[in-house]
């Protein structure tokens, strides 16, 4: 699974990775007394981060920009808004109240949305420009709609079942999406047809992306469309291998139970194969994958001339990656090249890669032991970036120019910033973004204008367009912090971050993050100690906390947070500390934290708090287990408890297969010690969890019992891994803090 790296409810710190102190932010007009957040405001609408727009995107043509903006009054609701650069002028093409049905979603699309992240949003969180920029491909309450730029829309689809994967053709001729389990297409304003066989099993999926391409692959589609519109890559994928679990939904007035096919460690995953057929789904022919069916499809790309598709195979082991070339009128496939991880590693797989029209291809690697940018043409191998900092992204790349995007840590681990090279000269490396904000980017496929996104501790997110030297162009959000911002009238009691870095057990350094209330001399204060732990995560950088942080400040604690051994962007050997070692190393590095804190004379080193979610969860029991006494209490949200119940993908990555290696699956789980728990726990789940099923809290729960120790319990029916909400994130909130209350961490009087 891809776990969410923190979890504070339905807020996510540093969600935004960014520069630091005191930038980019501008002063209310006039400062009335300072106001302290508390967690209803947090929660409620307008959000106090202000307008952040979702899936940015340029016309094709260029003229237009469009965003997702939430609406002022419901934060969760978004609407599709376009800007004319020709005339500068913002205007609301599609509101989603005037044209949504309010039908409910098929279940199938609610667990796609939750394994994307978006399971709480409303209105319309995808949309697709059609190639002469005079429409947009909307889906919005299980249907599809095209709009025009005249304001016009048109219902394409109107029928029981979802529309799911909906996807206009690079030429814009054809329409496609999967429903009933099977890919339809035809070509704008005509019916729809299915394109792929009817199969009697209900197992069998043609168009989709399998489960674990979905929950651990950030792959969410199964089919690719040909640039010419010509052909169609379409996986097909059978799950009567899989096993079934009974996930049961617990809901506040009734209960549902879901015959689930989920491939946990050590167990059979789906089959998966690939075809190539033509939009009429005639011409059908089989890629060839290779003998061993039990592999994983990573990614799937078409050449820009349509004449080569590109294959990522991935083995179960996850310690090799194949590129297949494949033929698309006959299915061959050749290797291309091979990706093999370090000793005692595995391979991350990416999707910062480039496929360029000479036939070559920009790629992201951690051959040499850092995420570093190759060049692959005829057969040889260029490196384009080096040094011990990583590229944690591909922008995109000109072509015409030879010069080449992306973001990375080159300056400060703790903030990405923009820059970019020159393939003829690579190792002269430009730096784009201003100093003083750290920033993300992305760009049009002519690689001809960027799309950045920059942020700092006192300074939400702002957007903004800017050509290939990185001059501001337009904003898209400019979100300045003024008097009329949502969080105007808190910005005077806003409490800046601090950083530094300890030493680990063998040396390595460990950076943290503190935020400190207002201290009076000679008191000490207690600690909200939040961590995540787990490998594909960074928590501290230099960003924007967010109003939640705030909230936990502004009632007297000190938040602190530290990146363990094995958490993101340092390197090949940093991360693979947690290789067969899950709940060891990263439960030292964080005690190596709490011991820091406890020499701080402003700390009270007998109310450290620590909290966290998902891995963060599973790591405040193995905290707790692991060391009694250290931490006053332990709050676990959505923990995992035992790793055989976690799917393959994810699991056997690090822990590797649990009938070959049952020894490293009974040392990394959270159950066999709850009998050496002695401090307060708080435990919290939502009883309709697909993510980290509810099992996981009852295991535990069962085990606590029978071995008498104490513990207190908070669950939430019909929610899912993510527990928020207007009111339900105050309750969260408000339930965390009485229980520390309740076991006296609390600040000093």
């Known amino acids: 699974m891809r776990f969410i790296a923190c979890l504070l409810a339905a807020s996510c710190l540093a969600a935004v990775p960014v520069h630091a102190e005191g930038v980019g932010v501008n002063p209310p007009s006039t400062q009335a007394e300072a106001k302290v957040l508390d967690f209803e405001r947090v929660f409620a609408s307008p959000s106090l981060n202000g307008a952040v727009p979702r899936g940015v995107k340029l016309s094709p043509d260029g003229r237009w920009l469009t965003v997702l903006r939430g609406r002022a009054e419901d934060r969760e609701r978004y609407d599709l808004w376009g800007f004319d650069r020709t005339t500068g002028q913002w205007t609301m093409l599609v509101d989603s109240l005037k044209l949504g049905s309010g039908k409910e979603l098929s279940e199938a699309e609610k667990m796609q949305r939750e394994r994307q992240r978006i399971g709480d949003l409303k209105g319309i969180v995808t949309y697709d420009w059609t190639a002469d920029s005079k429409a947009i491909l909307v889906p919005l309450d299980g249907d599809l709609f095209l709009a025009s730029l005249d304001g016009t829309v048109r219902q394409l689809t109107q029928s029981q079942e979802d529309e799911l994967n909906p996807a206009l053709g690079p030429r814009g001729t054809y329409l496609s999406f999967v429903r009933d389990r099977r890919l339809w297409a035809g070509k704008v304003g005509q019916e729809p047809l299915p394109v792929t066989p009817e199969e009697q099993a209900e197992t069998v999926h043609w168009g989709e992306a399998e489960f674990v391409a979905q929950e651990e692959m950030a792959r969410f589609t199964g089919y690719w469309w040909a640039p010419d519109d010509s052909r169609i890559a379409v996986q097909r994928f059978d799950d009567a291998p899989v096993g079934i679990v ?379 287990q692991a060391d009694p006494g250290l931490y006053a209490a332990g709050i676990s949200g959505a923990p995992v408890t035992k790793w055989e119940l976690y799917d393959t993908h994810y699991t056997e990555r690090y822990l590797g297969d649990p009938n070959k290696e049952p020894q490293v699956y009974a040392k990394a789980n959270a159950l066999d010690d709850a009998g050496k728990i002695k401090d307060p726990l708080l435990l919290i789940h939502g009883m309709a969890d697909d993510n980290v099923v509810f099992e996981n809290s009852s295991m535990l729960i069962s085990r606590l019992q029978a071995q008498a120790v104490p513990f207190e319990m908070m669950l939430y029916p019909g929610y899912t891994h993510r527990v928020g909400g207007p009111k339900v994130g105050v309750h969260l909130w408000e339930t965390i803090f009485a229980f520390l209350q309740r076991h006296r961490v609390t600040p000093p009087e």
């Open 246 to 624: 009974t996930r049961t939904a617990i809901g506040a007035e009734s209960t549902k139970t879901f015959q689930q096919r989920y491939p946990v460690a050590g167990s059979a995953n789906s089959l998966v194969s690939l075809f190539v057929l033509s939009p009429d789904g005639k011409s059908r022919v089989e890629v060839d994958l290779g003998p061993n069916r039990d592999i994983y499809l990573a990614r799937v790309n078409w050449a820009p001339d349509g004449k080569t598709l590109y294959v990522q195979r991935q083995d179960r082991e996850q310690t090799r990656l194949d590129m297949l070339a494949v033929d698309p009128d006959t299915g061959k496939a050749r290797v291309l090249f091979t990706e093999k991880a370090a000793q005692n590693s595995w391979i991350n797989l990416s999707s910062d890669y480039r496929f360029l029209k000479d036939g070559s291809l920009i790629w992201w690697s951690e051959r040499d032991g850092y995420g570093h940018l190759w060049h692959f043409k005829q057969g040889k191998w260029r490196q384009l970036t080096r040094g011990e900092w990583v590229v944690t992204g591909l922008a995109g790349v000109d072509e015409k120019a030879g010069r080449v995007y992306f973001t990375a840590t080159r300056d400060d681990v703790l903030a990405t910033n923009v820059y970019a090279l020159n393939l003829a000269n690579p190792g002269k490396v430009e730096r784009l973004g201003e100093a003083g904000f750290a920033h993300s980017a992305a760009m049009d496929k002519a690689g001809q204008t960027l799309l950045i996104t920059r942020s700092a501790q006192n300074q939400p997110p702002q957007v903004y367009i800017a050509d290939g030297k990185g001059k501001r162009l337009a904003w898209v959000e400019e979100n300045r912090v003024d008097a009329s911002h949502p969080y105007g009238p808190y910005l005077s009691s806003h409490r800046a971050p601090t950083f530094g870095t300890i030493k680990a057990a063998d040396g390595t350094e460990l950076h943290w993050r503190m935020t400190t209330p207002v201290m009076e001399p000679g008191k000490r204060y207690p600690v909200f100690f939040q961590h995540y732990g787990g490998p594909t995560s960074q928590t501290v950088t230099r960003g924007w906390g967010g109003a939640l942080e705030q909230a936990v400040v502004g009632k007297g604690y000190i938040f602190f947070q530290i990146d363990n051994r094995g958490s993101e962007n340092r390197g090949v050997k940093f991360g693979s500390t947690l290789y067969r070692a899950m709940g060891s190393v990263e439960v030292e590095d964080q005690k190596a934290g709490a011991q820091f804190l406890k020499s701080l004379p402003y700390v009270d080193g007998a109310k450290i708090a620590t909290y966290g979610w998902s891995y963060g969860g599973y790591m405040t029991i193995k905290m707790l």
